[in-house]
């Protein structure tokens, strides 16, 4: 299961959105006279969904490469302290804790940015869940800027591509029987 994984992450390398270096996205938010204008640099509908697919074994939960569950298992077959302590990191990283501590609140339902991002992937992306579908959209409509709500659920994915990416070489010296040096990863 560990060499899939790291298989996996490597095709995911290859798509047009990691080649072409759009993990880190810029955005800039203009005022002019009362009126709110956001660019980015969102990569093409085309290379998103083509990298949807290819991360899909590493986001959705019942898949049996999900992140979670793949860092859970080489947290028990290695069982460091070091490396369980960079484990729990990464699990934040992933879980965006350090990054969005914003709730949302629709009908005193709270949501964090964690369960909105899947409410969007499985609503929008993968499954057209008509439930999580019209919560989504209740949040678009009280934000009244798709862009920066699509620009946030991106970048709330591709940073979880970044932590996959980290568990992946850990992985990948694990199978190789290679030390762990943690500042190099």
């Not at 369960?115 to 992306?125: A, D, G, L, P």
């Not at 678009?140 to 798709?146: D, F, L, T």
């Amino acid at each position: 299961m560990f060499e899939s994984f790291v298989r996996e992450v490597e095709e995911c390398n290859q798509s047009k959105i990691i080649q072409n270096k759009k993990l880190n996205l810029r955005k800039e938010i203009t005022i002019i006279n009362d009126e709110v204008i956001i660019t980015h640099n969102l990569p093409d509908d085309d290379n998103i969904h083509a990298f949807l697919h290819k991360i899909r074994p590493f986001i959705l939960e019942r898949e049996k490469l999900n992140f979670m569950r793949i860092k859970s298992l080489i947290g028990k077959k290695i069982n460091s302290c070091e490396l369980n302590k960079y484990l729990k990191i990464l699990n934040n990283e992933y879980l965006s804790k350090k990054d969005n501590k914003l709730n949302i609140v629709i009908n005193n339902e709270e949501f964090t940015f964690e369960k909105v991002f899947f409410y969007y992937i499985n609503s929008y992306q993968y499954h057209r869940e008509e439930n999580k579908k019209e919560i989504i959209d209740t949040i678009i409509e009280a934000s009244g800027h798709i862009k920066l709500f699509e620009y946030t659920m991106y970048d709330i994915l591709l940073n979880k591509y970044k932590t996959i990416q980290k568990l992946s070489n850990i992985i990948n010296k694990v199978i190789k029987k290679e030390d762990i040096n943690l500042e190099k990863i």
